[in-house]
Every structure is written in C-alpha cells, then in structure tokens.
C-alpha cells in the first residue's frame, strides 16, 4: 500500500520556470524523503525532512513539511531541462519507507 | 565507488515460468531491500534484510516468491510460478544502517514482463 499522494500527478513548465509539487500522508512519520526517477539515473535520493523541521534547502530545491496538516512540498526553482524526470515522496515510518506515485514533471525547452 | 548491481537488467519469460534476480549491494552496506515497482507507481517495499537475516517480508507475496542474503551481501529474489500481474520493474537498493534516516541506494532495476 502507498500511504503518499503526490500532486498533481503530472507537471509540464517551461525552461527557468520554478516547478512545485505537493504530498499528502496519513500516518505520523519519523522524516519525510524526496526521490528522482529518470531513465539515466534510476532512483535518487534528493533530500531528507525531519519531522521536527519546517522547511530544508539544497541548492536549487527547497522542501517544507507542515505536520499538522501532514503535507509536504517540493519547489525546485530555474528549473532545466535536465530536471524532467518523475519525483517521489516517501514517508519513513519505524525503518520503513512508503513511496507515494509520483509527480511527472516534463521540462520544455 | 560502485553503486547497487543488479542483474538482468531485462527479463521476458512466459506466465509459469520461474525468474531470478540478483543484486550486488554497495560494499559495507548492511541493509538490503527489494522493491517492486509498478508502471506509473512508486516502489513498494517487498523484503528487507539487515545481514543476512530478512527482517521485514510482511509485504512478500510467499506462495511465489523467495527471497535469500545467504552470506548478507547480494542477494536473490525468486518468483516461481510468475503470473502476468507479476510484470514490473524489481528494484534492489542498500544503506549502511537499518534506520530511516539512512538514505537509501537503488540499483537500476530489472524490468520483469510476463506473456
């Protein structure tokens, strides 16, 4: 079962253009991470959250995390055509990570 | 320094058929994790192994499927009989250390379909 929901599931933008995407979970968690998928690289890890912290930067992303609300965002700014890829949120519970399905983000040159 | 090995990296067999993974984890990684992916999902967790002990196979569907670190570094998956709903993306990935703090490592996959 996938406990995140990325939104929306399908993102298009124009080179330089900042890119936003949403998750929603349901359950407490410990952190929450943000990976990449594209066909060159497989799977990569982008940044880690703690549930005790609001807002994470590195480089060009900057993710928050409100709790409360159980949602999370991730901006990545000037964006470049090397950036299209899909992006997943996992939400680690105990030593556990539940991916959700992933924004689609296509970068348009 | 190398990354998680996984081999083959394409499969196509016929339902009922058996299929095996392998992967080779990142050295000095002690957690292991199978992932399977499905088209336009995310991963979903299928075993984990911390050495050569599986620790979490709550999510391994085990009339079918067998997993084995026999020596806790690469490690096997097995699905026999596979079923048509069985095609996916497999992905291995490794961390140092068990807590979800640790980031995780994944291979490139083997992408599994089944006619």
């Known amino acids: 079962s996938q406990q995140g929901e990325e939104d929306p599931q399908a993102l298009s933008i124009q080179e330089g253009e900042n890119a936003t995407m949403n998750c929603s979970y349901k359950?407490?968690?410990?952190?929450l991470q943000w990976y990449r998928q594209n066909s060159g690289r497989g799977l990569v890890h982008l940044i880690l959250?703690?549930?005790?912290?609001r807002e994470k930067h590195s480089g060009r992303l900057r993710v928050t995390l409100d709790t409360s609300k159980k949602s999370s965002s991730l901006l990545i700014t000037a964006s470049r055509a090397a950036d299209t890829a899909s992006y997943f949120c996992?939400?680690?519970?105990?030593?556990?990570?539940?991916f959700g399905q992933g924004t689609r983000l296509t970068i348009n040159p | 320094e190398a990354g998680v090995v996984q081999s083959p990296r394409y499969k196509i067999i016929e339902k009922k058929q058996p299929v095996a993974f392998w992967c080779n984890p990142i050295?000095?990684?002690?957690?292991l994790y199978w992932y399977r992916q499905n088209l336009g999902q995310g991963p979903e967790l299928l075993i984990r192994?911390?050495?050569?002990?599986?620790?979490?196979d709550s999510q391994l569907p085990k009339d079918r499927f067998s997993a084995e670190r026999l020596k806790g570094v690469d490690s096997t998956l097995k699905i026999q009989p596979a079923e048509l709903g069985d095609s996916a993306v497999y992905l291995c990935?490794?961390?140092?250390?068990?807590?979800?703090?640790?980031?995780?490592?994944f291979g490139p996959g083997t992408r599994l379909t089944v006619l």
């Open positions: 990935a490794s961390s140092l250390g068990a807590g979800s703090y640790n980031e995780q490592f």
């Open positions: 359950t407490s968690i410990n952190n």
């Open positions: 959250i703690r549930s005790n912290e």
């Open positions: 996992a939400t680690a519970e105990a030593q556990k990570l539940v």
């Open positions: 050295s000095g990684h002690n957690t």
């Open positions: 192994y911390e050495n050569e002990e599986a620790v979490d």
